[in-house]
Structures are given as C-alpha cells and as structure tokens.
C-alpha cells in the first residue's frame, strides 16, 4: 500500500508528542486513537487523514524526542506493532505493570482515554 505524505509533518507530529505526553504510566494509547483526537491536518482531506491517520501517527512515534513515551502507543488489536524495538516496548510496558496475554494487552484495563479522563482505580472503570 502506498500511503501519502502529509503536506507538512511536524506540526502533526508535535501533536502527537503532545498527546503521548499526557498518556500516564500504565496506560496506553492506540495509534487511530490518537489519530482521532488530533484535527485532520490543513491540506490533507478528511477521507484520507481517516484512512492514514494511524499510521501518520505511527510516523511521529517513529521520530520522536527521548522525552514522548513511545512505548504507550500500540496497535488497535492491543499489541505491539513488530518491528526493531519491540521487545524493548513490552518490557517498559511490563515494567509499569501492563500485562500481556498471548501477546496482547488488555484495552479494556489498560486503554487511555484521551486528556481530561479521570483516573479511576481499574476495579471501578466500567469500561
């Protein structure tokens, strides 16, 4: 698949930072998630930031500065994406103590919800 270039990446890319940022300790965050959360950018149509929003999301995360957690930021199925770095990745997602089961973690427990979620003890989250 080719997938198109943003007219002007880093101010996308700052967003993304941004937002990996506020994702906490033992949280984690998909890449369309945050896609999601980021206004689809000037130049670029809604139609297609939908369909590559994610994996322009994945291109920020590639090139972000040591201060971005990077490791919080997984694929929509709960997994690491395979590439270099990823038994790095889960074992600083595991070291905040995010489990995995057959490779996978838990949306549901352990999914961020965006700036602004309460931070509720896990046993009281109904999601």
């Given at each position: 698949?080719?997938?198109?270039?943003?007219?002007?990446?880093?101010?996308?890319?700052?967003?993304?930072?941004?937002?990996?940022?506020?994702i906490p300790p033992g949280r984690?965050?998909?890449?369309?998630?945050?896609?999601?959360?980021?206004?689809?950018?000037?130049?670029?149509?809604?139609?297609?930031?939908?369909?590559?929003?994610?994996?322009?999301?994945g291109n920020g995360m590639a090139?972000?500065?040591?201060?971005?957690?990077?490791?919080?930021?997984?694929?929509?199925?709960?997994?690491?994406?395979?590439?270099?770095?990823?038994?790095?990745?889960?074992?600083?997602?595991?070291?905040?103590?995010?489990?995995?089961?057959?490779?996978?973690?838990?949306?549901?427990?352990?999914?961020?919800?965006?700036?602004?979620?309460?931070?509720?003890?896990?046993?009281?989250?109904l999601f």
């Amino acid at each position: 698949m080719n997938i198109p270039s943003l007219p002007d990446p880093q101010p996308f890319y700052e967003q993304v930072w941004q937002l990996a940022r506020q994702i906490p300790p033992g949280r984690v965050a998909t890449y369309g998630q945050l896609a999601q959360l980021i206004p689809c950018p000037a130049g670029v149509e809604p139609d297609e930031y939908d369909a590559f929003g994610a994996r322009w999301v994945g291109n920020g995360m590639a090139a972000c500065p040591a201060d971005v957690p990077w490791q919080r930021v997984i694929n929509s199925q709960g997994k690491i994406s395979q590439r270099p770095g990823a038994e790095k990745q889960r074992q600083l997602l595991e070291n905040e103590g995010i489990p995995f089961v057959k490779d996978r973690i838990d949306l549901k427990a352990y999914q961020w919800h965006g700036p602004g979620e309460e931070e509720l003890p896990r046993q009281a989250r109904l999601f």
